[in-house]
């Protein structure tokens, strides 16, 4: 077909309006008008059969304009999207078919077909004919046989939903799969094509017709003068009506008062062309000190701003900006399309920074003075036995509500998930804690707190899986309350550091002091890197294969630094880069028939990526930058 635009210049065709029989000789009723066809729109990607029958929809202009009554109507066209039909609502088709009795009808038949969105049906079809559920299309009806009655053949009818007591065209009739003894018809969907036929329904509302139609104006609402009720964009407005213009939510208003007016002929009259500006959305931040100007003069940018508000952020006081934002843009500016030209970041607490202070928590020759380790945790588990609380491991704070520890403190043989929900109080988390006893608050800025969440890493399996992946995020009920004692520690999110052999790491934990003797107050240690492959060739006895690839060692073989005996599995073991410590490695075992103090531990680097998914999670709404996927 050399157009898609078909002009009719003799009585090839003609449209029979308000006809039940089927015959066209027939004249119904004093409402039956039949009227020649003047011009045929086909949609311009319309193929046939080459394209599946996608974009299966036509506009056709009639010679005259059709009389309206009680029994000829138009139908409504959801012009703006503001209804969606749910699977197995009944949808209304008329046309010319199939009886229950399965003998084609004289008169015009009328069947109630489900919906059936474009997913379900495509999942329906096989042999190739699921090719012809293009996205344009959805299904209606049934695949049960004694719904064939409801089977109405004529290809183009229309299939209309009820909303708000008003019957809407959903979908127009394709096809049906031949070799299908069901009632299901395939159908064009509206909503892919409005605005194609928005444009000829526009363009044919000629010179005899008294109304406008509302059109739609990003951010412009309507409404009569001395009315609060929202006109539809779509709406018919009679000739010489005023139509008040107000801005939607998120709009700045440019001018106090804007109005249009119908003349007619589908044209407006309008005060004002531009009225509505889409404003940007609050800049709001924990963490960021976020200052605003509009034409130099202050502006609040914690509600929607107006174009060209330049804010300008910065971390506050007690916040750094994370790593690969240090050259984070200086300003922010508020685009015409209602966008920033930048993403507003999110500040991180100061971490892996020490303040140390003279008074020490232990008298031995391994000293742990207040701030060595602001990020040290004790997990206490309640013991039902007694009701008191029992250390069972060592943790490091990440974020203001999370910890990570080792996965083997929590989980257990037969466990039914890897996210642990806690309802009761049956794990704490102890922060600036020095004394191993719970109940011993040691100084003002011991935290106990209730755990919430606990997610061990998916791949552990204990001891069958060599104790790899041995690695959990711990979720408190509430956030920590930071300060020179209490921080949290840094996290290599981009890979930027290594560790040499040999290289000194600082870990806290409970554990032995270097007489050997249990020690009751925290105790730290200086234990040099040795990594995995030169780990591995230090073991045998079948010990060598708890050394996997996401693992390291750090220690030494001699006897004499055996009082470096932090025994605490989950405690963090840190490297310090750039005058800030670095989580590298959380305590996984230690081979027991070995009188040394060389520990195993989990290699942080292979987990980053599962550590920041939870990272971001926790970070809440206020969050205002992403983390560039792998």
Request: neutral net charge.
């Amino acid at each position: 077909m050399s157009s898609n635009i078909i002009t009719i210049y003799n009585e090839t065709y003609k449209v029979a309006i308000g006809k039940y029989d089927s015959n066209f000789t027939v004249v119904d009723n004093d409402f039956t008008q039949i009227i020649n066809v003047e011009t045929i729109y086909l949609n311009e990607d319309y193929t046939g059969v080459h394209g599946f029958y996608t974009h299966d929809i036509a506009v056709i202009v009639l010679s005259k304009i059709i009389t309206f009554n009680n029994f000829v109507a138009p139908i409504c066209i959801d012009w703006n999207g503001s209804y969606n039909v749910p699977n197995g609502a009944e949808g209304k088709i008329v046309g010319w078919g199939n009886t229950e009795n399965g003998i084609l009808s004289r008169f015009l038949i009328e069947s109630a077909l489900p919906f059936i969105d474009q997913k379900s049906c495509k999942a329906m079809y096989s042999k190739g004919y699921q090719h012809y559920m293009t996205v344009d299309k959805f299904c209606a009806g049934t695949l049960s046989v004694s719904r064939i009655g409801s089977g109405v053949l004529s290809i183009g009818s229309g299939l209309a939903f009820e909303h708000s007591k008003l019957y809407y065209l959903t979908g127009i009739m394709n096809m049906k799969q031949p070799d299908k003894n069901d009632s299901v018809r395939v159908f064009i969907d509206i909503k892919h094509h409005v605005e194609w036929i928005r444009k000829l329904y526009i363009e044919y509302l000629n010179n005899d017709v008294k109304f406008c139609v509302l059109p739609t104006v990003e951010g412009v609402i309507y409404s009569y003068e001395g009315s609060d009720k929202k006109l539809a964009d779509g709406t018919l407005i009679i000739q010489y009506r005023n139509v008040i213009e107000n801005c939607d939510v998120g709009y700045h208003k440019v001018y106090s008062k804007s109005y249009r007016v119908c003349q007619g002929n589908g044209k407006w009259l309008s005060t004002s062309e531009k009225l509505c500006i889409k404003m940007c959305p609050p800049l709001l931040s924990d963490s960021l000190d976020i200052k605003c100007t509009l034409n130099g003069k202050f502006a609040n940018c914690s509600n929607p701003s107006i174009p060209d508000t330049i804010a300008i952020p910065s971390c506050k006081p007690t916040y750094f900006a994370p790593t690969g934002l240090e050259n984070a843009p200086l300003e922010l500016i508020c685009q015409s399309n209602g966008m920033w030209n930048n993403q507003l970041y999110k500040c991180n607490p100061y971490c892996g920074k020490v303040y140390v202070y003279s008074q020490t928590m232990i008298a031995n020759d391994e000293k742990a003075l207040v701030g060595t380790a602001p990020w040290n945790v004790g997990i206490y588990r309640l013991n039902k036995k007694n009701t008191n609380y029992d250390l069972i491991c060592g943790g490091s704070i990440i974020a203001p509500n999370l910890v990570i520890s080792a996965a083997q403190c929590f989980w257990y043989k037969g466990i039914l998930s890897k996210k642990i929900t806690i309802y009761d109080e049956s794990y704490k988390v102890a922060i600036g804690k020095y004394d191993r006893n719970l109940t011993v608050v040691d100084n003002e800025f011991t935290q106990i707190m209730n755990v919430k969440t606990i997610y061990l890493n998916e791949d552990y399996t204990g001891a069958d899986g060599f104790k790899n992946y041995d690695i959990a995020v711990i979720a408190l009920s509430k956030i920590i309350t930071f300060n020179n004692f209490v921080a949290p520690i840094c996290i290599d999110w981009n890979g930027l550091y290594n560790v040499p052999n040999g290289a000194e790491g600082k870990i806290v934990g409970w554990g032995n002091t270097e007489n050997g003797i249990l020690s009751r107050f925290l105790i730290e240690s200086a234990l040099p890197f040795i990594d995995q492959k030169s780990c591995k060739a230090m073991y045998s006895k079948g010990y060598q294969h708890y050394m996997t690839v996401d693992k390291f060692c750090a220690g030494t073989l001699s006897v004499s630094r055996i009082g470096s005996g932090v025994l605490s599995i989950g405690s963090g073991l840190a490297f310090e880069h750039s005058k800030l410590y670095y989580l590298t490695g959380i305590m996984n075992m230690k081979q027991p028939d070995k009188n040394d103090s060389v520990r195993v531990f989990i290699d942080i680097k292979h987990h980053v990526e599962w550590i920041r998914k939870l990272y971001i999670e926790y970070l809440n709404n206020d969050v205002k930058f992403c983390v560039l996927p792998t």
